[in-house]
């Protein structure tokens, strides 16, 4: 396999192993698997070489393909897909990105804020109080808008404590999460330029990681907290 492209037999293995989830069907294919696996891994590196051709990335994490099942009605021991994220440089920067492949039209790449701690959450949603002008006009460029869409993720039902459910920010301020995805079919996923457009879809989002690493570093009175 190239460093930079996703095999065909990435996709086709996972469909079987969706039909076949489970240890004894793994164990007989695990060299199929490893063989793929060690593929998948140059191609998350490759992207991770990119990435810090124009971002400041000091990490890529490439999860395993066993499932936690302790909490889970699924008992599937294995995921159907690969994953792996990229950590920005802490605690300057922040964000990240994440790479999603999964047969059936269901891959996709994701970045923004998945799991704001509390006085992350709380600093983001004082500066959408204060202003959103900044960060409606980033989110409405046309480029932006035409690569990610819309903020995805949950919210809540109403205001969070502390705040007006009648404030025009209300949209933004009652999310719990700010994330962008952006999806992509089996067939985009095995073209040669995946990679190249992946890069260039994170290439986009780097006003917002910006601006956002901005509010959450400084104070409400935009002081430095590093």
């Given at each position: 396999?190239?460093?930079?492209?996703?095999?065909?037999?990435v996709?086709?293995?996972?469909?079987?192993?969706?039909?076949?989830?489970?240890?004894?069907?793994?164990?007989?294919?695990?060299?199929?698997?490893?063989?793929?696996?060690?593929?998948?891994?140059?191609?998350?590196?490759?992207?991770?070489?990119?990435?810090?051709?124009?971002?400041?990335?000091?990490?890529?994490?490439?999860?395993?393909?066993?499932?936690?099942?302790?909490?889970?009605?699924?008992?599937?021991?294995?995921?159907?897909?690969?994953?792996?994220?990229?950590?920005?440089?802490?605690?300057?920067?922040?964000?990240?990105?994440?790479?999603?492949?999964?047969?059936?039209?269901?891959?996709?790449?994701?970045?923004?804020?998945?799991?704001?701690?509390?006085?992350?959450?709380f600093?983001?949603?004082?500066?959408?109080e204060?202003?959103?002008?900044?960060?409606?006009?980033?989110?409405?460029q046309?480029?932006?808008?035409?690569?990610?869409?819309?903020?995805?993720?949950?919210?809540?039902?109403?205001?969070?404590?502390?705040?007006?459910?009648?404030?025009?920010?209300?949209?933004?301020?009652?999310?719990?999460?700010?994330?962008?995805?952006?999806?992509?079919?089996d067939?985009?996923?095995?073209?040669?330029?995946?990679?190249?457009?992946?890069?260039?879809?994170?290439?986009?989002?780097?006003?917002?990681?910006?601006?956002?690493?901005?509010?959450?570093?400084?104070?409400?009175?935009?002081?430095?907290?590093?």
């Amino acid at each position: 396999m190239k460093t930079n492209i996703i095999s065909q037999d990435v996709l086709d293995f996972f469909k079987k192993l969706e039909k076949n989830n489970d240890r004894d069907w793994f164990n007989e294919h695990k060299k199929e698997f490893k063989s793929i696996e060690s593929g998948a891994k140059k191609v998350y590196q490759s992207l991770f070489e990119a990435l810090k051709a124009h971002d400041e990335v000091d990490k890529v994490k490439m999860f395993r393909i066993y499932r936690d099942v302790r909490f889970s009605k699924d008992k599937s021991p294995y995921k159907t897909h690969f994953g792996g994220s990229y950590h920005r440089k802490k605690p300057q920067l922040r964000g990240g990105y994440y790479l999603h492949i999964q047969p059936n039209n269901q891959s996709f790449i994701a970045t923004g804020f998945w799991e704001p701690s509390k006085e992350d959450l709380f600093r983001i949603r004082k500066e959408f109080e204060m202003d959103d002008k900044p960060i409606r006009k980033i989110i409405s460029q046309k480029d932006f808008k035409s690569t990610w869409g819309d903020f995805v993720g949950d919210e809540l039902k109403t205001a969070p404590k502390g705040f007006d459910k009648e404030h025009p920010a209300i949209d933004l301020i009652r999310k719990k999460q700010y994330i962008f995805t952006k999806e992509y079919t089996d067939k985009q996923v095995v073209a040669d330029n995946f990679l190249d457009d992946v890069n260039t879809s994170f290439k986009v989002i780097r006003p917002y990681f910006d601006y956002m690493s901005e509010v959450l570093t400084t104070n409400l009175n935009g002081e430095s907290l590093i």
